[in-house]
């Protein structure tokens, strides 16, 4: 990458995280669904070590921590997000058992079979579904857990328009099935799937998406890549609601065996 282009990359980088900065989430979801998911995780004690990978700003965290007792560790590639998680803890007071750090998900911090839950909503994707799994696994105790949310195909078949949106954004975007099948391959058990329902990206996602886009488009009035952005993500949610019935988000809720 040119100096030139790392430049402009880095401003639009900026920029995004600035406008994220200003949304409680990051992804869909919600926090009944981040306790549904929990609801399938036994075992958790005061002594619990939990890593939430691709944590944002903390959202789902924050509701992870009000209900488990153990210390949770959120990583994010982004300084701004983790600023502002650390932020929101303090104010719940829980700073002493629940810390972000920036670090990226290829290069986990932990030791080997140290973790009893990874926990990641909407972000496994950047580190690819199948070798997060398999990457992830060595950190997590056996009969540990793993939670993550992940971007699915409903059906094997569906319209071009739509299949060529998604596979560009996710590569690896692929039907609940095989990524059950991967789970089983990568030595877990696949204890629980559900599919997100729709108001996790009504009203938790694109809602308070659109209220972020007036003040961001205010905020950079005149700035092209923030016009882009926003033109973007207004046609994201275009899209989801033109073809909602062939993809979503999903949680995938698995237990570490021995292999
Ligand atoms: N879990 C949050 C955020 C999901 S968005 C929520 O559900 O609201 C995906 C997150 O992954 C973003 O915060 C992004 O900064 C983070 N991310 C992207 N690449 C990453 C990487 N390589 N390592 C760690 N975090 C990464």
Redesign the pocket.
Known sequence: MSNENKTIHEFELNLI?DF?STTK?????SPEVTLKALSFIDNLTDKSLIA??????G??TMTLAEHVKGKITG????PK?IDIFNDNAEQLNIQDRVKGIV????NLPFQDEELDLIW????IY??GFGRGLNEWRKFLKTGGYIAV?DVSWFTEKRPAEIDNYCMQQFPEMDTITTKVALIQKAGYIPVATFILPITCWTEHYFAPLSRAQELFLDKYAGNKIAEEFVAFQRYDAEIYHKYKEFYGYVFFIAKKIEQ
């Open positions: 995280c994220f989430r990051q992804g869909p979801g939430d990978i691709g944590c944002g700003t959202g789902q990583l994010d590639l982004f997000f670090r990226s998900m290829d990641s909503e909407g972000a950047n580190i949310s």
